[in-house]
């Protein structure tokens, strides 16, 4: 054989070696076919940075959102303060007009009984409506004293023995709203 030929044949220890790299060769690719999977993997999963970023920002809107509800909130709350006595005031106003014509009305009149009648329809018109938005009087004359419902002003003796501790007198009357007492009666006991 020639010396070209000798060449072109391989002989066994090369032939060792090319299956040997050819070997080393597929678990290379292997390799990079795993990197490649991993990375896929990676960019599936974010790291944990990412997550926490992602939650940080999460947070940070959850608090602007809330922020700008309790600001929403607190406004809507002092507008409403602000025009709460709008429909009372709305029902009052009839009885404003009411008392402006008595009162022009009794320049001009002498009749006695009719301005008193006047002012009897109009305190009446102005209690009805009173009472038409949930004002109820606090009962008290000859009433044990109650202190969640009077405030006693003097003692003075009973003019009979079935008044003592009760009261005798009511400087001022109480009132109710809807159940809650929004003013105390001011009354005399009797001792």
């Known amino acids: ?3 070209k030929e000798q060449e072109a044949i391989p002989n066994e220890e090369e032939m060792e070696s090319t299956e040997t790299s050819e070997a080393q060769e597929a678990p290379a690719d292997n ?4 990197e490649t999977d991993t990375e896929a993997t990676k960019k599936a999963e974010p790291s944990a940075e990412d997550q926490l ?3 940080q920002d999460k947070y940070k809107r959850l ?6 509800f309790r600001r929403r909130t607190a406004k809507e709350r002092i507008e409403l303060i602000k025009t709460a ?6 029902d009052l106003l009839p009885v404003l007009d009411d008392f402006e014509r008595a009162i022009a ?3 001009k009149s002498e009749d006695l009984t009719a301005i008193k009648e ?3 329809l109009l305190h009446q018109k102005f209690a009805n409506l009173l009472t038409g938005k949930g004002l109820k009087e606090v009962e008290a004359y000859g009433k044990e004293f109650d202190l969640d419902l009077h405030e006693a002003l003097t003692k003075i003796p009973a003019p009979s023995d079935d008044l003592k501790g009760k009261v005798v007198d009511v400087m001022e009357k109480g009132y109710y ?3 809650k007492v929004i003013r105390y009666a001011k009354v005399v006991i009797g001792d």
Do not use: H
């Open 63 to 68: 608090y602007a959102e809330f922020e700008n």
């Open 31 to 34: 390799a990079e076919a795993n």
């Open 53 to 55: 970023l992602e939650a």
């Open 85 to 90: 006595g709008e429909g009372v005031i709305k």
């Open 177 to 179: 709203l809807n159940d």
């Open 1 to 3: 054989m020639s010396t």
């Open 118 to 120: 006047g002012f009897g």
């Open 105 to 107: 009305s009794n320049e």
